[in-house]
């Protein structure tokens, strides 16, 4: 087929043309911050207000001189660990931790870490409402004994569960060091109705949101050592615990207080009743060298919210001025918002490209798409004049 340069030259004029537009087009502030609007507007659910902020300043306080209790920061969560270990602020190690929470958008996230050493995290189950919503881990799986059953056993197990819907939004998760449960009742392996039951290190958050009324709910429970033991069928006997920690929030509305609890335990004794056995405040140091204090916490609870952080143990031994090295033993903190009454939804109209401003770069657009037409004007032209003349040669 013979060469033809003009029309060539124009076809890549169309190219170029088109190249240019597409660029402006793809660069232009105005038209990527709209479908970012846009983008942003469509997810999660719609409110009439935004979150109201954490307070400074808490509503009761129990930590001794010397100690900081750290504040509650969104997004609306539960979570606590059974031991943690930091040297100079930084995290070393992690036995035990929990966490769920529920971000503005609606999302829901959790995650449940048996171990974690120099942040590598060991066994770790996570979880997204918007991705995988459940998973559990552990080095082995929890099994209860076929024949009998004599014995539940979990070691290790982590569980997490993360689900958003129209309604709610709503994650747990939970980890357990070591469960045993003798002679139980049923297959569950954490629902053990039996004589004897020894559990080491269990720490549960949960989490939820009523995506109509706003009202947000958060609890965490951490202990670290739980024995039962009950004999006869009227289970006569009951549960001793050794540092424990639990914290509650609720935000029922977002016009006024929101609620909160929090307490720990050095040791507790339940059968029907739970007695703590030391949940008063306080702390003794030896020399500024080592300071230990019991039972820590601070509660906020301020108009559409509450929060509150509790710690059983706390130990802080100063390596130097600046070092220290700080043990934290069973810990809870929750945070839970209102975010209002959903807007309500009006009825969807016929779906119209939104107008957008005229810009700068979207007049060139224009004129370099006039040009384009002019091109390909120019190209079809081009080729019927080497048509004509190739037929008057022949």
Do not use: Y
């Not at 660069?27 to 846009?38: G, K, L, N, Y």
């Not at 306080?61 to 997004?75: F, K, L, N, R």
């Not at 049923?186 to 009202?215: K, M, N, Q």
């Not at 810009?359 to 080497?386: D, M």
């Amino acid at each position: 087929m013979p060469d033809h340069p003009s029309a060539r030259q124009s076809i890549l004029a169309v190219l170029t043309a088109a190249g240019l537009v597409g660029l402006l087009l793809g660069q232009d502030p105005a038209i990527a911050d709209e479908v970012e609007e846009v983008a942003n507007a469509a997810e999660g659910t719609a409110r009439a207000a935004a979150p109201p902020a954490v307070p400074s300043t808490p509503t009761s306080d129990d930590d001794s001189e010397g100690h900081e209790t750290e504040d509650p920061t969104p997004p609306d969560h539960a979570s606590g660990s059974l031991l943690k270990a930091e040297i100079a602020g930084q995290e070393i190690l992690v036995v035990g931790e929990t966490e769920s929470r529920i971000e503005d958008n609606g999302r829901a996230r959790g995650r449940a870490t048996p171990l974690r050493v120099l942040g590598f995290p060991f066994f770790e189950a996570r979880s997204d409402s918007r991705g995988d919503q459940e998973q559990t881990t552990g080095p082995v799986d929890p099994v209860c004994d076929p024949l009998g059953p004599i014995l539940c056993f979990a070691l290790l197990e982590a569980h997490s569960e993360s689900h958003e819907g129209s309604g709610e939004s709503w994650g747990n998760s939970h980890v357990v060091l070591l469960f045993m449960c003798f002679f139980p009742e049923g297959d569950e392996t954490f629902e053990c109705e039996s004589p004897l039951a020894v559990e080491v290190g269990f720490a549960e958050s949960f989490i939820v949101r009523d995506h109509g009324s706003g009202e947000t709910f958060a609890f965490q429970d951490s202990e670290l050592i739980n024995l039962c033991l009950f004999l006869g069928v009227d289970s006569l006997g009951g549960c001793g615990g050794f540092l424990g920690a639990i914290a509650a929030a609720d935000a029922p509305s977002d016009s006024a207080l929101g609620q909160a609890f929090r307490d720990s335990c050095l040791g507790s004794v339940e059968n029907g009743d739970i007695f703590c056995l030391e949940d008063e405040p306080g702390s003794f140091c030896l020399d500024l060298f080592l300071c230990v204090f019991v039972n820590q916490g601070e509660t906020f609870l301020f108009v559409g919210g509450a929060a509150a952080r509790q710690e059983a143990l706390h130990f802080a031994l100063n390596l130097s001025e600046e070092v220290s090295f700080d043990v934290h033993l069973a810990t809870a903190e929750v945070l839970a918002r209102n975010f209002g009454v959903a807007a309500e939804e009006e009825e969807p109209a016929e779906a119209e490209a939104p107008a957008l401003a005229v810009t700068g770069a979207q007049v060139w657009a224009l004129v370099l798409a006039g040009l384009s037409l002019l091109a390909v004007g120019s190209a079809l032209l081009a080729i019927r004049r080497r048509a004509i003349r190739d037929a008057a040669v022949a």
